[in-house]
């Protein structure tokens, strides 16, 4: 599956900003999806991740309570909505998707772009 990352952007801390994931192929539902995260010198850290039909959710505590994850299966297509965006979530996002809901990058197959989110103080 290919996937392609969007919604990127400069914003202000406390904005918000919702990014997409559009999946090419007829087999998103198959797929587990999961938002992974870089900031410059440091690792990929682990976002959020949506179960194939979205009924389970996961979130790492950092963003736990202002990001939230969802799926349209219909329209191939995986979200992440975040609020209350601080500093510190300044990073490029990468998009998954993988055989099951995980926070390691490495269960994950197929590796979005990323799109490129930079928070202002």
């Known amino acids: 599956v290919q996937l392609q990352a969007s919604g990127g952007g400069l914003v202000q801390a406390g904005d918000s900003l919702r990014l997409s994931c559009a999946a090419a192929?007829?087999?998103?539902?198959?797929?587990?999806m999961g938002w992974f995260r870089q900031a410059p010198g440091k690792e990929r850290e682990f976002v959020a991740a949506v179960s194939r039909y979205g009924a389970s959710t996961y979130y790492a505590d950092s963003v736990k309570g202002r990001f939230t994850i969802s799926r349209d299966n219909a329209k191939n297509t995986v979200y992440l909505q975040m609020n209350s965006l601080k500093p510190e979530d300044t990073a490029v996002y990468y998009c998954?998707?993988?055989?099951?809901?995980?926070?390691?990058?490495?269960?994950?197959?197929?590796w979005g772009q990323g799109t490129l989110v930079t928070v202002s103080s």
């Open positions: 192929g007829r087999t998103f539902s198959s797929y587990a």
């Open positions: 998954a998707a993988g055989e099951r809901q995980s926070a390691n990058y490495y269960e994950y197959d197929y």
